[in-house]
């Protein structure tokens, strides 16, 4: 899209709203998509009211051309209108000879489009048959604004309507919507173009009043679960063909969350008394809330409980989870306008969380909760971040906030305020709010409204709004240092804006919700307080010992111990502190090392306090931060780097293992797989790798032969080390797996190559077509993450740089193009930096704004870090070799 530049209020595109003069109440949609030439025909009927008298009706309309549209009033009166569209401004206007006096009309319109490749709008899905037939699916998405692509609309989250809709379709076909199909009808008519009967037009029952972005409809050959019924609720999870056998772990999950969230919002699930799940083949996001019928791309919902990985069905359940929240939390309630998006994604994300955890508490949900917060604080640690609630005025700048800060920050902030208010409070203010707005739009503020209300009802004094307002619409979050007072018993608190480069920090203070633990002469006591100044000193009891501020880990700042405090803290880490604070501790560190206020070398030393850890969180945290250092390092020092990795984890892997225990929990399994894969990669173990051959060869013989869990690993560390062998091998199980995460566990091995030729081959699938136009990116991002690659990678993006920002998905383009912040040299910095300042990157201004932060940090932590790394770890050895490990 181009933006149209406004000159006199500066560079902002010149999208306005439509007019609230004519509202929607009612549309009736009849759509006949043709599968074979890739177009559509459909008609529509609005029924609006029109409230004040005009000529004119606008709605918005793309890439559709739209006839014969006229009005009708209740007394017979017709109106016929002339249509102007604006592809630039999405809209279709339609004027009138005559004036639309005040009251209910209703609106015709027909129209034709096309079924685009483009992921959006209503698009076509290919995929292949056991015969290796070639079959398409017709399927749509909307959010943010393209409903507009499949009917012209008013397509604005406020203009809630219902939607009664009607397929027209091959009759040997499955057409699902959002409503109940009511009846099929085979046809003989115009719309059958040619043998009778070959077509048949089916009703879907009325949806609830909701926005148009909520809509969907599906067409092309499908079979389904065999269906569940909650509460009166038909359940049904749907695929292509051939794949129903990997339904159940889905439908189990939606059984449980649909009856977990009507307790839990006390209202029965909305949308009418059916809700599908479809797996689509080509699907940009990870899945989408429609209404009714929910999408999904493959792997977040189909899945072969036993030959899946924890992390894998982890995913399926809280993508499951996440949507159905939406079900409540953006379907029946819904933000007024996209500046209210976080709204939406925070309370989905937050909700997930807590569903999956009611669950299977054993999976210890929140315990993974500091990877969300990190997620988060990684991007709103840069002046480049945004407040999570923004004004967005266009297309284009909804689509940019679909981000980590509207999601994860988003979540986080709300964990903040339901542990500090408590969740039978948080529960009781949601449930106020979702009944008091039940099909209506929200502001924020109403949210705060409900949560006040249901404090002052139990009792709390807290100013909801006062801190939540701060933490929404303020960018960043602080960092809280904290001392031991000169008097016993007393500590203080001094808040900061934590950010990376340290001339970006603001004055701003936050209204901190603090949590403290401490061990005093009243034993170990707790204290919960809101931290409002820069500021403040706190009794915690005398004798004061040991001192976790941020205790339990769901307040979203930083923490930093002066040395003396730090020290008596991780004296018995594994008792005094829990899995998520000792997340934090590690994390805490790390960011420090990135703001270069503390060196790598200290960071070895926290590290190796780790050496008795037992949880795969905090080893992740740790292995991942430690990987980062490697890669800044050069030869012999990376080998040195290497071999104090392996001796911190040896405890590990002589309690775990390289098989599995009987018995053992799934994090002891997933924590044995990374631990197996950096052994085999960055430390170059040569007894992983022969291990990691054996369990391949064993795999290959029978899948369930292996723990599913150490997969990733094993085909992590046999790529790294691999040939054409290898990689012709795994470009075969792309096709030939019989799970969709197996399949795409293959796909991006193929950037994990070490062989430059190799991994060319990679990067050209990228862009030939092979490969989904859904997967190309991410893959295409590994390759760039690849340190081995990162270079050619870029040189390649440079060259094939128009093609690739026409076939991906805008927001994955965009999301992809984050990845350059691996070219963490000064002179690559200066040639990305010309580069993107000539390559705009449609919906991709904040995501490129803080790629080229993220690797001036980079860059940076690189040059004050790797000499003074390289020299801890080999004082004898002159660093001449700091460059990246040159390319095989
Ligand atoms: N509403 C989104 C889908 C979406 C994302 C639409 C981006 C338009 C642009 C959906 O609820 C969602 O958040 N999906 C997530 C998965 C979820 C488990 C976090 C996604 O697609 O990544
Ligand atoms: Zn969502």
């Known amino acids: ?70 009005v009708q009033d209740g007394r017979g009166t017709q109106l016929n209108g002339v249509v102007t569209l604006d592809d630039e401004h999405e809209t279709a206007e339609i004027t009138f000879k005559g004036v639309l006096g005040k009251g209910k009309w209703t609106l015709f319109a027909t129209f034709k489009g096309v079924l685009n490749d483009k992921l959006r709008g209503f698009y076509r899905s290919v995929w292949t048959d056991d015969d290796g037939k070639e079959k398409v699916l017709a399927v749509t998405q909307f959010e943010a604004c393209d409903a507009r692509r499949a009917f012209p609309c008013f397509d604005e989250p406020e203009f809630k309507a219902t939607f009664q809709v009607n397929l027209i379709v091959d009759s040997h076909l499955t057409a699902i919507s959002n409503g109940r199909k009511l009846s099929e009808v085979q046809l003989d008519g115009p719309f059958a173009k040619g043998a009778i009967g070959s077509k048949k037009l089916i009703h879907f029952a009325e949806t609830m009043k909701m926005s148009t972005y909520l809509v969907a409809f599906v067409v092309g050959e499908l079979e389904s679960s065999d269906p ?60 989408m809330e ?81 990877f969300s917060q990190a997620a988060a604080s990684k991007i709103d640690a840069l002046a480049s971040t945004h407040p999570i609630e923004v004004e967005v005025n266009n297309p284009e700048e909804i689509d940019e906030i679909f981000d980590v800060i509207s999601y994860e920050k988003g979540c986080s902030i709300l964990y903040m305020l339901e542990r500090y208010i408590g969740r039978d409070t948080f529960r009781d203010g949601v449930r106020r709010y979702l009944k008091k707005h039940s099909y209506g739009s929200t502001d924020t503020s109403d949210l705060w409204d409900s ?85 403040q000193t706190v009794y915690l009891g005398e004798k004061l010992d040991w001192v976790v501020v941020n205790a339990g880990g769901s307040g979203f700042y930083q923490v930093r111990y002066t040395p003396a405090l730090l020290a008596k803290l991780t004296h018995d880490m594994q008792n005094r502190l829990t ?44 292995l991942g931060s430690l990987e980062v250092l490697h890669s800044i390092l050069g030869g012999p020092h990376q080998i040195a780097l290497a071999k104090l990795i392996s001796s911190l984890v040896e405890p590990s892997v002589k309690r775990l293992g390289f098989d599995g225990i009987e018995g053992e929990s799934a994090q002891d399994k997933q924590l044995r797989s990374r631990i197996f894969e950096v052994l085999g990669t960055v430390v170059g173990d040569a007894k992983v790798e022969a291990k990691a051959k054996e369990l391949f060869a064993k795999w290959r013989e029978n899948r369930d032969s292996v723990d599913s869990n150490i997969m990733p690993a094993v085909v992590g560390v046999l790529a790294h080390r691999g040939d054409a062998t290898v990689y012709d091998e795994f ?81 994955e383009f965009a999301d992809m193009c984050r990845s350059v912040s691996n070219l963490d040299t000064p002179e690559m910095e200066a040639e990305v930096r010309e580069f993107f300042a000539t390559h705009p990157v449609a919906a991709g201004d904040m995501a490129i704004a803080q790629a080229l932060e993220s690797l001036r940090i980079n860059v940076l932590l690189r040059q004050s870090e790797s000499q003074r790394l390289a020299a801890h770890l080999l004082p004898t050895v002159t660093h001449g070799c700091v460059a990246p490990a040159p390319a095989e």
């Open 731 to 811: 470009e075969k199980l792309i096709t030939t797996s019989e799970t969709p995460q197996d399949s795409e566990r293959f796909l991006y091995a193929l950037a994990e190559f070490r062989n430059m030729e190799l991994l060319k081959r990679t990067m050209t699938k990228s862009v030939n077509g092979e490969v989904r136009n859904q997967d190309a990116p991410y893959l295409f991002s590994n390759i760039m993450g690849n340190e081995v690659a990162s270079v050619e990678a870029w040189k390649f993006l440079k060259d094939n740089w128009d093609k690739m920002a026409q076939m991906y998905p805008e927001g």
């Open 290 to 370: 429609n209404t009714g019928c929910i999408t999904f791309r493959e792997t977040a919902l189909l899945a072969d409980e036993k030959n899946t990985t924890h992390e894998e069905l982890e995913g399926v359940a809280h993508t499951v989870m996440h949507e159905l929240a939406h079900m409540w939390f953006g379907d029946l309630v819904t933000m007024r306008w996209w500046n209210g998006l976080w709204l939406n994604e925070s309370f989905a994300t937050f909700m997930e969380n807590v569903c999956v955890d009611a669950w299977k508490p054993e999976w210890r949900t929140f315990d993974g909760f500091g």
């Open 451 to 535: 949560l006040e209300e249901a404090c002052h009802d139990a009792g709390l004094d807290v100013p909801v709004r006062k801190i939540m307002d701060a933490w929404v619409f303020t960018p960043g979050h602080p960092v809280i240092s904290v001392e031991a007072s000169a008097m016993d018993g007393f500590i203080t608190l001094t808040q900061k804006d934590f950010k990376f480069l340290a001339d970006a920090a603001s004055e701003t203070l936050w209204p901190v919700p603090v949590t403290v633990r401490a061990n005093t002469a009243a034993g170990v006591i707790e204290r919960k307080f809101l931290l409002e100044g820069a500021k």
């Open 228 to 287: 569940v019924t909650v509460n009166g609720t038909e359940l049904r999870i749907w695929c292509v063909p051939g794949k129903k056998h990997l339904t159940s772990f889905a439908r189990d999950a939606a059984a449980f969350s649909v009856a977990w969230f009507e307790d839990f919002f006390a209202i029965p699930y909305p949308g009418g008394n059916k809700i599908d799940f479809l797996a689509i083949p080509d699907f940009a996001a990870g899945a």
């Open 1 to 70: 899209m181009t933006k149209e530049i406004n000159l006199e209020s500066g560079s902002e595109p010149t999208f306005s709203r439509l007019p609230k003069t004519v509202i929607p109440t009612r549309y009736r949609l009849f759509l006949a998509p043709d599968l074979k030439a890739f177009t559509f025909d459909g008609t529509e009927v609005i029924e609006i009211n029109v409230t004040e008298p005009t000529e004119r009706i606008t709605l918005n309309a793309k890439e559709l051309t739209v006839s014969n549209v006229y």
């Open 579 to 622: 899995v998520v604070e000792r997340f934090n501790l590690v994390n805490d560190a790390w960011s420090c090392v990135k703001a270069r206020l503390t060196s790598a070398v200290d960071f070895l030393e926290t590290a190796s306090l780790f050496a008795g850890e037992t949880d795969f969180n905090v080893w992740t945290k740790l």
